[in-house]
């Protein structure tokens, strides 16, 4: 629930903030204020959320997952790649360009991994709990794909994506 709620919380400080700046007439200025919400607060801010709630949670979060066996001592691992997201998610509010395919990266390997988890378990171990058939499955794999989408696109149309100086030949 609070990925939703960080999701609609981006798209609704995107939407204000695009018709608040309609000005910057750049073809990406308003792909750009999509994507950097879209990665601060969807991907940073619900990543944050989802570390806390596997740190402070743990055990009750993996019983909503259907992993009844032990504790749910893998939920403290599985916080620090959140906590990793979280903080790297917010930090493109500052910093732009590459940065942002770096995060976009590192949250697609972490999300889609999680993704194909949450279906073999779904297959081999019949588990249909909502904790892993239900939302946090399907915005593993939402977050990667619109993020991936924007990026490209501002990539294309010359925003924030494309850094300034982009090098078009390797050194050396």
């Known amino acids: 629930m ?3 709620i960080a999701v609609v919380l981006a798209l609704i400080v995107a939407a204000v903030q695009a ?3 309609r000005t910057d007439t750049r073809p990406a ?3 750009d204020t999509y994507l950097v919400w879209w990665l601060v607060l969807a991907i940073g801010l619900s990543s944050l959320i989802g570390a806390a709630y596997h740190v402070f949670d743990g055990p009750a979060i993996a019983e909503m997952i259907g992993y009844t066996r032990g504790d749910g001592g893998f939920q403290f691992e599985n916080a620090m790649g ?3 997201i979280g903080v790297t998610g917010v930090l493109c509010f500052w910093l732009r360009g590459y940065f942002w395919l770096a ?3 590192v949250t697609a390997i972490q999300y889609l991994g999680d993704a194909a988890g949450h279906v ?5 171990e019949d588990n249909t709990k909502p904790g892993n058939i239900g939302p946090p499955l399907w915005f593993d794999i939402i977050l990667p794909i619109v993020g991936f989408t924007l990026y490209a696109l501002s990539y294309r149309r010359g925003g924030d994506a494309r850094p300034a100086g982009t090098l078009t030949s390797r050194p050396g």
């Open 2 to 4: 609070t990925t939703v």
């Open 19 to 21: 018709r608040r700046h």
């Open 29 to 31: 200025a308003v792909v």
């Open 82 to 84: 959140d906590l990793a």
């Open 103 to 105: 995060v976009l990266t």
């Open 120 to 124: 073999y378990f779904w297959i081999a």
